[in-house]
């Protein structure tokens, strides 16, 4: 009788501990869930509040999603995307910046004095002026894609890629004066934003380890 009642006792406690466990799993999923819709809404920076603005468009964004391929990953090439925007009136030309908005500024894209309205894959010169996401901690980030229309050249454009940059919004609104130090000279801008996720988080098996 005192074995049975011990037997009894030991399955009691293992049955406890296998429920607990099972609670524990879907208690540390959610908790991802949660971690991960907050390191997207947290440190939202944005720029250029004020200004007109204008449709930025990209095939690359499907769903609110950056394609894999403009990753600097594994699994991109580290091709910046492909960007499309009507003619801005007056626009002598345009400055593109792509930031990690869940950062302290830091810069994937950074390129000036482009006259064209289409731009395709790959566009940018790799790791010069595009270096692609490639969030490494297990973490989903937000990136924009500023194109900024100005009437004139800047005098000096400001910001460092694949770096943080804690005074890009101070990068950007220099782009208001122009080379011959008139200011007024953002036109408009336009915007075209998704994320990306380490793919050792998504819910597919990852292909292999996620840096290179």
Request: net charge negative; aromatic share 10%; hydrophobic share 35%.
């Amino acid at each position: 009788m005192k074995n049975k009642l011990i037997t009894s006792l030991l399955i009691a406690s293992l049955t406890l501990g296998l429920a607990g466990c099972s609670a524990q799993t879907e208690e540390t999923s959610a908790s991802y869930a949660k971690s991960t819709d907050a390191i997207v809404q947290s440190v939202s920076q944005t720029y250029l509040d004020g200004y007109a603005t204008f449709e930025v468009t990209s095939p690359d964004v499907i769903d609110g999603v950056w394609v894999d391929d403009i990753s600097n990953t594994k699994l991109g090439d580290n091709s910046s995307p492909e960007l499309s925007w009507e003619p801005v009136e007056g626009a002598e030309e345009y400055v593109i910046y792509m930031v990690d908005r869940n950062s302290k500024g830091f810069l994937h894209w950074k390129s000036a004095g482009i006259k064209e309205t289409n731009l395709p894959r790959g566009w940018a010169p790799k790791d010069l002026e595009y270096n692609g996401p490639h969030v490494g901690h297990g973490y989903t980030h937000m990136y924009d894609i500023y194109v900024i229309a100005l009437k004139a050249p800047a005098t000096k454009i400001d910001g460092a890629v694949n770096c943080n940059n804690g005074r890009l919004a101070e990068f950007m609104e220099s782009l208001n004066t122009d080379c011959d130090g008139n200011t007024g000279n953002i036109i408009s801008y336009g915007v075209v934003s998704g994320t990306f996720t380490d793919a050792r988080f998504r819910d597919e098996e990852p292909t292999g380890p996620y840096n290179k």
